[in-house]
């Protein structure tokens, strides 16, 4: 079943005649798949990119391995980064990156425990929203939580821009 608020977003979008394409880590394509279960996405959703290895982040989305480095792979830094490099990649008007911490084994740590993920959007080369939260729970809880965060950002960002 289609979260509603992100339905509300597909319709806005097609209504506006606005595409979309995401850069995934933590949430390894969920996110992408959420918003192609919307009635007509092929008029709104160009694609996404999972980049949950590190090594795809520099391959594909041209991170810079030294910001991965000082940063982590998920930090807010990253995400900005994974963002902007699914430009080149994906023709769209709205660019959206996410990572962060499902499940331990990653980079967490007490002032960044797992439950902890980054969304960073951009349309026009203008960032829309960059925002990190916290989510409680299991690895799936999290993982939904992130979409629907997205998906709020997202309805605010249309509402706004109107």
């Known amino acids: 079943m289609v979260?509603?608020?992100?339905?509300?977003?597909?319709?806005?979008?097609?209504?506006?005649?606005?595409?979309i394409a995401f850069a995934e880590s933590a949430t390894a394509g969920r996110l992408a798949s959420?918003?192609?279960?919307?009635?007509?996405?092929?008029?709104?959703?160009?694609?996404?990119?999972?980049?949950?290895?590190?090594?795809?982040?520099i391959e594909l989305l041209h991170v810079n391995p030294d910001l991965i480095e000082q940063y982590t792979p998920?930090?807010?830094?990253?995400?900005?980064?994974?963002?902007?490099?699914?430009?080149?990649?994906?023709?769209?008007?709205?660019?959206?990156g996410?990572?962060?911490?499902?499940a331990q084994g990653g980079s967490e740590t007490p002032e960044?425990?797992?439950?902890?993920m980054f969304i960073h959007g951009i349309k026009n080369g203008e960032i829309?929203?960059?925002?990190r939260c916290n989510f409680v729970g299991s690895r799936?809880?999290?993982i939904l939580g992130s979409i629907n965060h997205c998906a709020e950002l997202l309805w605010e960002y249309l509402q706004e821009s109107g």
């Not at 829309?128 to 925002?131: G, K, Q, R, V």
Request: aromatic fraction near 6%; hydrophobic fraction near 45%; charge should be negative.
């Open 3 to 19: 979260n509603e608020i992100c339905e509300a977003v597909g319709k806005t979008l097609i209504d506006r005649k606005l595409s």
């Open 34 to 57: 959420e918003f192609a279960m919307i009635t007509n996405a092929g008029k709104f959703l160009r694609g996404a990119i999972v980049c949950y290895d590190a090594a795809l982040k």
């Open 74 to 96: 998920e930090s807010m830094e990253v995400t900005r980064a994974i963002t902007i490099g699914l430009q080149s990649q994906i023709s769209a008007d709205i660019y959206i």
């Open 98 to 102: 996410v990572t962060g911490l499902t």
């Open 112 to 116: 960044k425990p797992v439950g902890t």
């Open 128 to 131: 829309i929203f960059s925002t």
């Open 140 to 142: 799936e809880e999290i």
